[in-house]
């Protein structure tokens, strides 16, 4: 935005200088008249302030080991989800694993099997990478309108994170895969056992073996000690409390990739293995729930990602779709994670829908509801993209179009 816009901006919208205090630069301030307090002592694990308040929504389960938090992504900025915000899956509870004695088994078509104990893996060669996970039931109650209220209720079961760990290649190389094995499957330690098979090429490609995400240990919560990490896949793949990795020659066809995670189309028959995760976005300011304080200018926000590659665009429409504008996109733009989009916007205190959509580096452009229900009809419960409308009521109220 250019100096003389947003020196405009901040006058349209009441924001004014400190009392006693002048915006002119190189003006005396009455250093009294400024805010401090004195200090708490030490302590020994970084805290928030008490009056930050976000925290991930937690639904009402009849069976808590077997449920789900979303991420609060209209309380976050920037594109990395924070440790213990980020969005949490689990099938059977979260196991307590002493790294000490947990190990990783990698077996079966391989010139050798070998085991792992953690303190092994951090020995061996690392990469930290950033990258989105998200479960593939995420928005799925939006295959039919009017869908989540909110941004977490929508799009929550998704959050982008630093992970640290050994690239999977180095342990299969180490291993010595057979000409045979064309697949895996990777197995966690919690008490369903939850396993999922992946092809070997996705294998060699990109995934890591990961103990550490934004800089410390992986929280229980996300697979502590262990988890793989497979980026741009449903979330469901990306086994955490890893234990085992067995290679063979086809799918295993466990019970979590066939109970769970195919696509239920229109004509009855489902799609199985869809693992990549297709361009997304969603405007998390103004978001549902939320209220502007009055007509004037508005920073239009929000996140798009994509697990075919990097984000190239993001267009948002302020009129129902009628038409659309190009936003600009936070640098730097990585493959299959997080990208912050921004739209300056003046809003005229009339009622009017607000939307996004994404164009990803494979050129593929996000869908409405319609275009993806006419594609796929609406039985499925997972992997839906559809655009995200909400709508502005004249006094201010967001709420699901």
Known sequence: MPKNERRRFLQLSGIVALAGCSSQPGAKVDEEKLPSAL?????????????????????????????????????????????????????????????????????????????????????????????????????????????????????GLASCSEWTGVPLKILLEEAGVKPAGKWLVAEGADAC??????????????????????????????????????????????????????????????????????????????????????????????????KLGGPGFQEIRGLAWSGRGVIEKVEVSTDGGKTWTKAALQEPRLPKAFTRFRLPWKWDGTETEITARAVDSAGYTQPSREELTEARGANSQYHYNGVKMWKIGADGSVKNA
């Open 193 to 290: 056992k939850m396993s999922r098979s992946l092809p070997i090429e996705k294998a060699l490609e990109d995934c890591l073996v990961a103990y550490a995400q934004n800089g410390e240990a992986i929280r229980p919560e996300q697979g502590y000690p262990l988890r793989l990490v497979v980026p741009g896949y449903e979330g469901n793949v990306n086994v955490k409390w890893l234990r085992q990795i067995k290679i063979v020659d086809q799918p295993n066809q466990t019970k979590d990739e066939t109970s769970k995670y195919t696509d239920l189309l229109a004509d009855g028959t489902a799609r199985q293995f869809t693992f990549v995760m297709d361009a997304k976005s969603v405007i998390t300011y103004p978001s549902g729930g939320q």
């Open 39 to 155: 200090g708490k002592p030490i302590r020994a694990y970084g805290e928030r302030s008490q009056f930050e308040t976000a925290k991930r929504a937690v639904p009402d389960l009849k069976r808590p080991q077997i449920g789900s938090t979303r991420t609060p992504l209209a309380e976050t900025e920037g594109i990395i989800t924070p440790s213990s915000l980020h969005f949490e899956r689990h099938h059977a509870g979260v196991p307590d694993l002493d790294p000490a004695k947990h190990t990783l088994l990698l077996h079966g078509l391989v010139e050798r099997s070998l085991v792992f104990t953690v303190a092994d893996l951090k020995r061996l060669p690392s990469a930290s990478h950033i990258y989105f996970v998200e479960c593939a039931g995420n928005s799925g109650g939006e295959w039919k309108a009017p869908g989540g209220p909110n941004v977490a209720a929508s799009f």
